[in-house]
């Protein structure tokens, strides 16, 4: 799991840098807030189940269900707050951002 979240974070910013040598600073932002509205989330909730897994027991699944909610909110709630709070943001940088990232774990199953 360590490696999906490490993937998701390089993809981030190599789209950032992509996006800042296409489109400019605005673009780089735009493309970085993006992908990190779903990595952070994501990186949060696989510290969260590797910490539930290491309690005597292990995980029970309803552990798993409730992250997975609170990583969908806390996604949503990024994804709110960067549209609202930051007024120039290049929506295309944005979207291909968060839909790479939202799919960079594609490259690791082909890899494997």
């Known amino acids: ?40 989330p994501n990186g949060l909730f696989a510290v969260r189940l590797y910490a539930c ?8 699944p309803a552990t798993f269900f409730i992250g997975e909610f609170l990583k969908i909110l806390t996604v949503i709630a990024l994804l709110t707050a960067v549209v609202l709070l930051y007024r120039e943001l290049h929506w295309l940088s944005f979207l291909v951002g968060f839909t790479a990232v939202l799919k960079s774990y594609f490259i690791l199953l082909i890899r494997s």
């Not at 489109?23 to 992908?35: D, N, P």
């Not at 897994?53 to 029970?60: D, L, V």
């Open 53 to 60: 897994t290491r309690k005597p027991g292990g995980a029970n």
């Open 1 to 40: 799991m360590a490696r999906i979240i490490m993937l998701q974070f390089c993809v981030a910013l190599i789209v950032a840098i992509i996006a800042t040598l296409i489109g400019g600073q605005v673009a780089g932002i735009s493309a970085l807030s993006g992908g990190l509205c779903y990595a952070l």
